[in-house]
């Protein structure tokens, strides 16, 4: 008897924290939490971070333009990509990742051939933007410039944290 009218409190209940779970939009592997990164559930979370700093509006998703080719290389590991910006021109590019280290991998193989790409990351995310006072406003949503240029060094007094591969840079530092 008893059993009957806690089942439905239990279903309640754990419907509510697999709700909460899906809106903080936890990521599961912890990578980039040390770091203090954002994660986004989805892109209507990962829209949401990039409005709340810059303009993105008429979220879409887009086959061609900024990380294009590397969205449909499997090697980098993106479930879902997509762009936005303000009324007359894109200038963001969103992507959710589905496993960070083979992004972070992937990018270092392309650096290796000239072919990297400087991207701002969260703990499940890549965001990109060729607009530098974007990019700095986007900043202020916690994210960290990703980078495996040979030739990039993050000045003192600079963030330097830990990736899950070498030879890369994750830093606030964005050069002008």
């Not at 779970?21 to 912890?30: H, I, K, N, P, W």
Request: proline content about 4%; aromatic content about 4%.
């Amino acid at each position: 008897m008893r059993l009957k009218r806690t089942a439905p409190v239990l279903g309640a209940t754990l419907a509510s924290l697999a709700s909460l779970v899906a809106l903080t939009g936890c990521s599961g592997d912890g990578w980039g939490e040390d770091a203090g990164l954002p994660a986004a559930g989805d892109l209507a979370a990962l829209e949401k971070l990039v409005s709340a700093h810059t303009t993105c509006s008429d979220l879409r998703r887009s086959s061609g333009g900024p990380l294009s080719e590397q969205a449909a290389d499997p090697a980098w590991a993106v479930k879902e990509r997509a762009v936005c910006g303000d009324d007359s021109r894109d200038t963001v590019t969103l992507l959710t990742v589905s496993d960070m280290e083979k992004f972070q991998q992937a990018n270092k193989a392309a650096a290796a051939h000239g072919k990297g790409v400087r991207v701002l990351l969260g703990q499940n995310f890549a965001l990109s933007t060729a607009d530098t006072p974007t990019a700095r406003a986007l900043l202020k949503a916690d994210v960290l410039l990703f980078t495996c240029d040979k030739d990039f060094k993050v000045p003192d007094g600079y963030r330097n944290e830990k990736l899950l591969v070498d030879g890369c840079a994750l830093t606030d530092y964005l050069p002008a």
